[in-house]
C-alpha cells in the first residue's frame, strides 16, 4: 500500500517525513519544480513531478484500489476533480482531502471523499477561547462595581493542589472557583472535579485576595 500525497507546500514535507518514520512508502506529485527537487534531496520518498489532475501524470504511479491518496491543493474545485479520477480510474477507496470552502464538505461527503476541514480545525481550536473570553469578560462586568475580582491562573506541575479534588483544597474563604480551562474544553468545576496539571483556573475573589489566589494555586 502507497501513500500518494498530491499538492501543498510545506504541510506534505512534515506529513510524509511522519509517515516514512512510520515504516510507509510515501509518492508525492507537484508541478513545483523546485519544491520537488527539495523533497527528493531530503526524504526517502518517490517524487513525481507534474499535474496531479493529469491522468498521464498519476499513471506514473501504479495507483491500486487499496492505497491511500492525500490531496492538499488549495482549490476545493481542483481537490475534487482529482478524488473523482483516482476513484473512477483506479478504483481508490481511500481518499482523503483537504477541505478550503466548508459549504463544499457536503459534495466530497456525498461520494465518499473524506474531508480534513480548514475552517473547523481552526474553530475547534479557538472555540474554547472565545468561549473563555466571554465567560472572564462577563464576570469582570459582573464584579468590577461590588469590590470583587476576576483572575486566570495556569496550575503548574509542582503545586500542592494538583490531582486534588476541589472538595479537598482547603479554599480560602472569599475566593470563589468558577471554572476550569482544560486543554481545549471548559469544566464547569464540581466539588469531584479534579485539578490537573496545566489547568487554568478561572476564580472569582475579593480584589484584595488576589494575592492569596495566586499563592495558593501556584506553590
Known amino acids: 500500500m502507497k501513500i500518494i500525497i498530491i499538492g501543498g507546500e510545506r504541510v ?3 506529513l510524509a517525513k511522519r509517515l516514512i518514520a512510520q515504516g510507509y512508502d510515501v509518492y508525492f506529485v507537484n508541478k513545483d519544480e523546485e519544491l520537488c527537487e527539495e523533497y527528493s534531496r531530503t526524504l526517502s520518498a518517490t517524487v513525481v513531478l507534474g ?3 493529469s491522468k498521464k501524470v498519476l499513471d506514473q504511479l501504479e495507483i491500486d484500489p487499496k492505497d491511500i491518496v492525500v490531496l492538499l491543493t488549495e482549490r ?5 476533480f482529482i478524488a473523482r479520477l483516482v476513484q473512477e480510474y483506479y478504483g481508490v477507496e481511500n481518499v482523503v482531502t483537504l477541505l478550503n470552502n466548508s459549504e463544499n464538505r457536503d459534495l466530497f461527503e456525498r461520494y465518499g471523499i473524506r474531508v480534513l ?3 473547523d480545525l481552526i474553530m475547534k481550536n479557538i472555540e474554547p477561547l472565545l468561549f473563555e473570553n466571554e465567560v472572564i469578560t462577563t464576570l469582570e462586568e459582573e464584579t468590577k462595581m461590588r469590590g ?3 483572575l486566570k491562573v495556569t496550575v503548574e506541575w509542582d503545586s ?9 483544597l482547603s479554599i480560602p474563604e472569599g475566593i470563589v472557583v468558577v471554572g476550569i480551562m482544560r486543554k481545549d474544553k471548559f469544566v464547569i468545576p464540581r466539588g469531584e472535579t479534579t485539578i490537573e496539571p496545566n489547568d487554568e483556573i478561572i476564580v472569582v475573589c475579593a480584589e484584595e485576595k488576589s494575592s492569596e489566589v495566586l499563592a495558593f494555586f501556584s506553590t
Open 12 to 14: 506534505p514535507y512534515f
Open 51 to 53: 499535474d496531479g489532475t
Open 76 to 80: 476545493d474545485r481542483k481537490n475534487f
Open 117 to 119: 476541514g480548514v475552517t
Open 148 to 150: 470583587a475580582t476576576v
Open 160 to 168: 500542592h493542589v494538583i490531582r486534588k479534588k476541589i472538595k479537598d
